[in-house]
């Protein structure tokens, strides 16, 4: 194996050593199988494939500073994978069942997880889709469970760097009472075209509004919103069209244990002009502090109608840079993980 750069690695596919499956057929799980083959077959009619029957989850391994390893979170990412799979009306892993896969998929790629000091981490990638050949549009009850993963950098190393968004007037994410709030890959699939509009404007995000009125803020493409009022308020909208994020969820316990007030609720288009400091949190980024967002009527074409800014000194502003430590200082096992957040192998 080729050594790796663990200080320049970025968010990708990556072809490790093993691929942990399994596969629920009659009525009950088959036993976990370890594939190193990084190929599945699958028959044309697929109703992944045809109909997005798939989802997914992503969490990450860390190894610590006192040498441990542990995944940040696991029980909340196999909640969400159940209650995803639950709406496409597939069969889930049990808790203990997923956490035993991203187990096993850390321990047989122990070469691939970052070691410690490099800001880096191992990111899981369990993927659950149905690979029943069918036409007819209803569920049937077959699954693949796959967990892979790939080693990914901190994006920043130990500071962060702020990236500018888009407000585009033309497209939207998710629809209410659709199927924004589930972690489907069907989710992704309008966002390619906007990305790739929007990156080659110099934008890293998209951040969508609601599309019932369009006058509230929903989310960024793959990362969840959030703004910092009167340096002591964290806000994030409420929305049935928001991907419940686990980071965000972690943000959120982390300003209250700051002392800080914690305000989820529907978030107006124009109060965007009120926060000191914006964000997008994920699993893969944490945090990505927004320096800008502007608002086009038509992503493809040059007029901005409006510019929100948050940087004015152009730094990264203090509440990302301090909920950004806490956080990343406990997957680290640097600071002590009060909130018993670390499952440690
Ligand atoms: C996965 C995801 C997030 C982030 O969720 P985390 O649990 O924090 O990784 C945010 N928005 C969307 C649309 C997502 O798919």
Not at 119 to 125: D, M
Not at 263 to 276: A, S
Request: aromatic share 12%; proline share 7%.
């Amino acid at each position: 194996m080729a050594q790796i750069d663990w200080d320049s690695l970025g968010f990708d596919a990556y072809r490790t050593r093993t691929v942990v499956l399994a596969h629920y057929q009659d009525g009950a799980w088959s036993d976990i199988e370890l594939s190193e083959t990084f190929s599945f077959t699958i028959d044309p009619f697929t109703q992944g494939l045809h109909y997005a029957i798939s989802c997914f989850e992503g969490l990450k391994a860390f190894r610590q500073r006192d040498g441990s390893i542990a995944i940040f979170r696991p029980d909340k990412n196999a909640a969400r994978l159940a209650r995803t799979a639950a709406f496409i009306g597939m069969p889930a892993p049990t808790e203990s069942m997923f956490i035993k896969m991203c187990e096993l998929c850390v321990q047989n790629n122990l070469e691939f997880l970052p070691p410690y000091g490099h800001q880096a981490s191992l990111y899981l990638r369990p993927l659950l889709f149905a690979p029943h050949p069918q036409m007819q549009l209803v569920p049937y009850p077959e699954a693949i469970f796959a967990v892979m993963c790939a080693p990914a950098g901190s994006y920043y190393g130990a500071h962060l760097r702020s990236a500018a968004a888009v407000i585009p007037g033309d497209f939207d994410r998710a629809a209410p009472k659709g199927t924004g709030s589930y972690k489907l890959s069907a989710n992704y699939a309008g966002t390619f075209v906007p990305y790739q509009i929007a990156h080659q404007q110099g934008y890293a995000e998209l951040l969508y509004l609601n599309s019932a009125t369009r006058e509230f803020v929903d989310e960024f493409g793959s990362s969840n919103f959030f703004g910092i009022k009167g340096g002591n308020t964290y806000v994030t909208p409420l929305s049935d069209s928001v991907l419940p994020s686990i980071t965000n969820l972690t943000l959120q316990e982390c300003a209250a244990d700051f002392g800080m007030m914690v305000e989820k609720r529907p978030v107006p288009l124009d109060e965007l002009d009120e926060f000191e400091e914006a964000g997008g949190c994920g699993t893969a980024v944490v945090i990505t502090p927004m320096s800008h967002i502007d608002i086009k009527p038509v992503l493809r074409e040059p007029l901005v109608t409006r510019t929100f800014r948050y940087e004015p000194d152009g730094e990264v502003g203090p509440v990302c840079t301090r909920l950004y430590k806490r956080i990343t200082g406990i997957q680290f096992g640097e600071i002590e993980d009060v909130h018993g957040w670390c499952y440690k192998l």
